[in-house]
């Protein structure tokens, strides 16, 4: 059985290929980020829907994402990063100090750094709407920088999520170098001359 | 957020109820079997144009109100539907009776006769039908694609007809005897008695841009059809 169908609930798996096999899919794309204040669970649904498999309500608030990223992956992304592009909450306009507000938001990363954000999907059925099968993640990492940028009339957040690879120390670019080598073993010269020797090294395999 | 409500000389002054439930899907092409998958999701909703009529005197200043306190996409416009085509009621009782078949006398009498003419042994006839509004037999959830209306008018909406519930405008799929199919998934869960509106449904819709009122503004338009892009919106409080 392909590993996709076994996230899903033994009832409902005839139900979900089917769905899938379809030329018409209804899927909704669903994001979390778990602020510390509050917990922030959207999808590009209108109408607000509650999932089979944690029972939380995803949507209310769906016109806040007003950007998703494009997934990418493959041996060449080491450290793959997310950015997500939030409106703010209308609510938020009608206060007068609501700019600040928004900073200190930002500003406040105890809020949200290094907590879990999640891209996902959900299947529906077509004819009754309502969810079919669990959600499946199309991108599970942690949030790390948050920025916010002020056009005329509005605000838009721009986040960034990281991959938990992300966070293991992989050396920037992707390349190991003879300094990233010391750092983690301060006896080992394997990797001296790699820059002197000005291209890729492969290391052996035999 | 407040909410602006159309006044009715203006909103007797539109040419048509142009409005079309519209939403985004997404394909990556036709495959080499040039067989096409499309996702999509409910993300519909209401789009519309307000083609209003010349205005004269001082229908041009609320005109320019509305405009003025709808500030630019920050208000919302309450607009109402003609419903034109199904049973509505619009206060006028003979009018009403006409459209469904009634003589003048069976309307001054208040009730119907057998098609013989005859009537009950007590003097009296079949009742006429109800005008009011109907009302929602049970609750319903959000996201709900079907419910059940009691009261005339509802039973017997056909096909198309659009309905409001808390300003959120539907459109009936398929209606058995009250039993309604309709479109979009309700927005907010209803209760049970609520009135579901058919005569003058109305929606609160957001101005497509921040100047779109303008045109009312511009010199010389009033005496020429003026066009307006506006989109449904969803804040409630």
Same mark, same amino acid.
């Given at each position: 059985?392909?590993e996709? &169908?076994?996230?899903?609930?033994?009832?409902?798996?005839a139900?979900?290929?089917d769905?899938l096999?379809?030329?018409?899919?209804q899927?909704?794309?669903?994001?979390?980020?778990d602020?510390?204040?509050?917990?922030?669970?959207?999808?590009n649904?209108?109408?607000p829907?509650?999932?089979?498999?944690w029972?939380?309500t995803?949507g209310?608030?769906?016109?806040? &994402?007003v950007?998703?990223?494009?997934?990418s992956?493959?041996?060449?992304?080491?450290?793959?990063?997310?950015?997500?592009?939030?409106?703010?909450?209308?609510?938020?306009?009608?206060?007068e100090?609501w700019?600040?507000? &928004?900073v =200190?938001?930002?500003g406040?990363?105890?809020g949200?750094r290094?907590?879990?954000?999640?891209?996902?999907g959900q299947?529906f059925?077509?004819?009754?709407?309502?969810?079919?099968?669990?959600?499946f993640?199309?991108?599970?990492?942690?949030?790390?920088?948050?920025?916010?940028s002020?056009p005329?009339?509005g605000?838009i957040?721009?986040?960034?999520? =990281?991959s938990f690879m992300?966070?293991?120390?992989?050396?920037?670019?992707g390349?190991?170098?003879?300094h990233?080598?010391?750092?983690?073993?301060?006896t080992?010269?394997g990797l001296?001359?790699v820059?002197e020797?000005?291209?890729?090294?492969t290391w052996?395999?035999? | 957020?407040?909410f602006?409500?159309?006044p009715a000389?203006?909103?007797?002054?539109?040419?048509n109820?142009?409005f079309?439930?519209?939403?985004?899907?997404a394909?990556? #092409? %036709?495959?080499?079997d040039?067989?096409?998958?499309v996702?999509?999701s409910?993300?519909r909703v209401?789009h519309?144009?307000? /083609?209003?009529?010349p205005?004269?005197?001082?229908?041009?200043?609320?005109?320019?109100?509305?405009?003025?306190r709808?500030r #630019?996409?920050?208000?919302?416009?309450?607009? %109402?539907? *003609?419903?034109?085509?199904?049973?509505?009621?619009d206060?006028?009782?003979?009018v009403f009776?006409?459209?469904?078949?009634?003589?003048p006398?069976?309307?001054?009498? #208040?009730?119907?006769?057998?098609?013989?003419?005859?009537?009950f042994? /007590?003097?009296?006839g079949?009742?006429?039908?109800?005008t009011?509004? %109907?009302?929602?037999?049970?609750?319903?959830a959000?996201?709900a694609?079907?419910l059940?209306?009691?009261g005339?008018i509802?039973?017997?909406?056909?096909q198309?007809a659009?309905f409001?519930?808390?300003?959120?405008? *539907?459109e009936?799929?398929?209606n058995?005897?009250?039993?309604?199919r309709?479109?979009?998934?309700?927005?907010t869960a209803?209760?049970a008695?609520q009135t579901?509106?058919?005569?003058?449904p109305?929606?609160l819709?957001r101005?497509?841009? /921040?100047r779109?009122?303008k045109?009312?503004?511009?010199?010389?338009?009033?005496?020429?059809t003026?066009?307006?892009?506006?989109?449904?919106?969803?804040e409630?409080?």
């Amino acid at each position: 059985m392909i590993e996709f &169908l076994k996230s899903q609930p033994a009832p409902q798996r005839a139900q979900v290929m089917d769905l899938l096999a379809r030329e018409a899919v209804q899927m909704s794309v669903m994001l979390h980020l778990d602020f510390a204040s509050e917990a922030l669970r959207l999808s590009n649904r209108n109408i607000p829907f509650t999932d089979l498999k944690w029972g939380h309500t995803w949507g209310a608030g769906g016109g806040l &994402l007003v950007g998703l990223p494009e997934l990418s992956g493959g041996d060449d992304q080491l450290a793959p990063f997310r950015e997500y592009r939030l409106g703010i909450p209308n609510d938020w306009i009608d206060a007068e100090t609501w700019m600040a507000d &928004l900073v =200190e938001m930002v500003g406040d990363v105890g809020g949200y750094r290094g907590r879990d954000a999640g891209l996902y999907g959900q299947l529906f059925d077509s004819e009754s709407g309502q969810p079919v099968g669990h959600p499946f993640a199309f991108d599970i990492g942690i949030m790390d920088r948050m920025s916010v940028s002020f056009p005329r009339g509005g605000a838009i957040i721009s986040l960034t999520t =990281e991959s938990f690879m992300a966070r293991k120390g992989v050396p920037v670019y992707g390349m190991q170098t003879y300094h990233d080598q010391k750092r983690r073993h301060p006896t080992d010269e394997g990797l001296q001359f790699v820059t002197e020797a000005g291209k890729l090294i492969t290391w052996t395999d035999w | 957020m407040a909410f602006i409500d159309l006044p009715a000389a203006l909103g007797d002054a539109r040419y048509n109820e142009n409005f079309w439930l519209f939403g985004e899907s997404a394909g990556a #092409g %036709p495959g080499l079997d040039g067989r096409e998958q499309v996702l999509f999701s409910e993300n519909r909703v209401w789009h519309g144009q307000i /083609d209003l009529a010349p205005l004269f005197g001082d229908d041009i200043l609320r005109a320019r109100s509305v405009g003025t306190r709808l500030r #630019g996409r920050v208000n919302l416009l309450r607009l %109402p539907f *003609y419903n034109l085509g199904t049973v509505t009621f619009d206060g006028n009782l003979e009018v009403f009776y006409s459209a469904l078949g009634y003589t003048p006398s069976e309307i001054a009498a #208040g009730y119907s006769s057998f098609s013989d003419g005859t009537i009950f042994d /007590d003097s009296s006839g079949f009742a006429l039908p109800d005008t009011s509004e %109907p009302t929602l037999k049970f609750d319903v959830a959000a996201n709900a694609t079907a419910l059940i209306v009691e009261g005339f008018i509802g039973e017997n909406a056909c096909q198309g007809a659009r309905f409001s519930i808390n300003d959120f405008l *539907y459109e009936v799929e398929e209606n058995a005897q009250g039993t309604i199919r309709f479109s979009p998934p309700l927005r907010t869960a209803a209760t049970a008695g609520q009135t579901v509106y058919f005569s003058k449904p109305s929606i609160l819709v957001r101005l497509k841009e /921040d100047r779109s009122w303008k045109t009312f503004t511009e010199y010389g338009l009033y005496n020429s059809t003026m066009t307006v892009q506006v989109i449904e919106a969803f804040e409630r409080d």
